[in-house]
Structure formats: C-alpha cells, structure tokens
C-alpha cells in the first residue's frame, strides 16, 4: 500500500474537522445573527447542520490553492529550526508534517475562518452564507477543546463585538510617544473602537453558548474573560462580572487563576460586582480558589489597598497552610506600605506559633521594619526571636548583628526584652551571637547582669 503524503492527510484532517465542529456547534441553535446583512437581503439562518455542512466543505474542495496557500503560510511560520536545516530538509518537512496532522489542521481552518469572517463583516457587501459557516465552525472549535483558539481567535471574537473585519481592527488605533509620526496634540493612548450594537448580540451569544458548555467542559472561556475584563466597555456590553461569578461557583483548578484575574482586573470599572466575587472567592471551599487569591493580594493592593487588607485578615486565619503562608509574603511587603499593619498582625502571627508563617514574614518583612526602626518601638523583634524555628533565627541573628554595629543600645533592649520573655530563648540568642561576633555578645550579656 502507497503511504499517502502529509499534504492530502492535512486536507483530509481540516474536512473532518469541519464537519464535527459545525456538528457540535447545532447542539446549541439558534446560532447568532451576522452583525451586518444587506436590508434586500436578509440573513437565512440555517436550521440543519447538514447544510452548513455542506456549503463549507463545497467551498474547501473548490479552494486548492487557498489550502496550500495557508499550509505554506504555517510552514514559514511553525516549522522548526532543526527541519530547515536538515540535509535533506524536504524529507524532514514530510515527517513533521506527519506528526502534526491535526495542529496544523486546525490552524489551517483557523486562517480560513478569518477569511469567511471577513467577508460576512464586510461593511458594504456582507456575506451572511459565510457568517454562519465561520461562526459555527469557531465555536465547534472551542467546544472541542481546541488549546489554540484561545490566542489564535480571540481577535475573531473582539472583530466580532466591533463587527469590523480582522484585518481592519488595528487600523484606528492612536500614535503615542513611542511612534516617530506622533506630535503631542493627540493625548489619547487609550483609544478603544466602540461596540457595535449587533455584534455585541452576536457576542453576548457566543459567550452564552460557552457558558453553558463550560459547566460540564473546559473552553477558553476563563481566560477570554481575563482578557475581556480590562476593558470597562467589554465588561458592561458582556456583562463580563455576572459571567464570572457564574464561573466562579463551579470552575475547576485549571481554569481557576484566570477568573481569579479577571474579577481584579474588573474592580476598577465594577468595584462592588468584583467585591462580591472577591470574598466568594475568599470564603470558597475550594482551596485552590484561595490560594490563587492570597497569590494575587499585591495585585488588587494596586486596585484598593484596603480592600486587600480587609481580604488579607481572613486569609491570614484560612484552614489551609498554604494559603496562610502565601498571604504573609503580602503582609510583609506592607512593611514599606502599611507599618502599623504589618506589626499588628506580625505579632498575631508571632504569638500563633505557625513556623512556616513566621519564616515567611522574618523572610519578606523583618529586614526592611528595622530599617526604618532601629529601636523596635514596638517590640516586635523580641516576639519573633522566641516563636521562630531554628531557621528564621539564624537569619535573624545576622539581622541583630548587623543592628548592633549602628545602634547598641537597640540590641541591648531587645535582647533584655528576649530574656524576660524566654531565659531559654536568650541564651540561644547569646550563643548565637557570641559564636559570630563575641563583642557583641559581651555587650549583650553585660546589659543583662
């Protein structure tokens, strides 16, 4: 039997492809509108896939030379280095064609959707045939599981709620200081192309379809909206903040981080919506739900500082160990932002007992507090040096040295302080020292006597 080359079985993989996708997309009719359609032609919309269907593969077995035009498109662009070099680089070429039969179907189809949604968004003559074809064909592939639709078609999808062609979105946008054409009249670096009312139809729909798939399914859905939720006019044309509490509620780890993202990205242009999520998220029962929360408390710190205080003190307490400990990296960074804070809690945490927290915190916070206050005003540093495990002391002690030799009195307090608290401690702190600089340490224990 004849091996059949790469090129007929891409052919052959993008046809199938075809067909399922469209398939799996009428599992959810009525597919949406087109943005655009001429008033003495209205759109038909389709009501089986068999018609789809068939309009689609009509139109690829007629399009040879698109097929190998886009095939030779994703060559010049994926091939690998090791190909291009090989001796003999054709063969080379054939096997790893071969290997990436379906990839390089479906980023083959994906090209040739962007070309049917250029037609069907074209302002003065749009096609609505090709509307539906690329339409049901783009959400077949994102119910699929399809990874690359994620980068390789949210620009289909932002064409789409703008209903402009792909290639014409990125036409308006403004000169900035970084551009050599730029004079300085035109302050506006935050142009944003306005929503057009059917395509924001057209989106809502595809972004229904998803959510509906996504409670059962992973789609690119999170991190869609991750993307989409930057933007204040996407956010309230979508309704972007509903859609990820709805999310929120059931999501799975994978996709847990972006929805966790987008609510921050949200707060800025829906602060009470994203709120609301927040401290769902805060008081989930899904631990990684929290765990990605006290990851991002720097980011929303940037958004509402006290929002994130309020967040921190209820992580800070989790049932989770490691939720606990990623939120004290936050609270030691409020060391430089928030001193009153960072002790308040640093000695809730100190007297807990929890070695991993109290690491973490003599690790992001200790060094820069006594930086600013030499004399331990508050008598933070005793509390640490009792409670901390043999780690944290060690550090610790390079930071008592390291005091000693600009404010002896200070090292003197403490350590007295250390003593009344834990002889025991004390006498691990003199050794310590004593080992390392004995002239502190005779300061030290001469304070003491």
Sequence with gaps: MTRREAKSLIRESCNNLTRDSISLSFDFI????PPLELPDFPADPPSKSSKIIQ???GISSADTAGFYYRLEQIIEIDEPSFVKRNITPMVAREKWLLGNIDLIA????????????????????PDTDRWYIAVSILIGLILKGSEITESECFNLFLSIIVARQPSARSQNKSTGPH???WNGQNSNTNFEEIAHPSGVLAANSILDILELYESKNSTVLPYWLERLSVSEQTSNTLNIPLRIHNLVVDCEEKSSLPLVMAAIQSLSHHPDESKEVLFEICKSQKVFLRRNLASMLPRIDSEDRGFAKILLEGLLNDEDSDTRVIS????????????QTFIDLSKKIFIGGDSR????LVDSGIRYYLSMDSSDSEGLIPLAWVFSNLESRSKLSGMLIQLAKINIPAIQKISLRIFELSPESYNDLFNRINTRDPKIAFLIKNNQS
Aim: aromatic letters at 6%; zero cysteines.
């Design 179 to 181: 551009h050599i054409s």
């Design 328 to 339: 004290t990296t936050y609270l030691g960074s409020l060391a430089r932002l928030e001193v």
């Design 357 to 360: 927290m109290i690491q973490r």
């Design 106 to 125: 479906e980023k083959i189809l994906i090209l040739q959707i962007k070309d049917f949604f250029t037609s069907a968004l074209d302002e003065n003559s």
């Design 30 to 33: 009525p597919l949406p509108n």
């Design 55 to 57: 309009q689609a593969l």
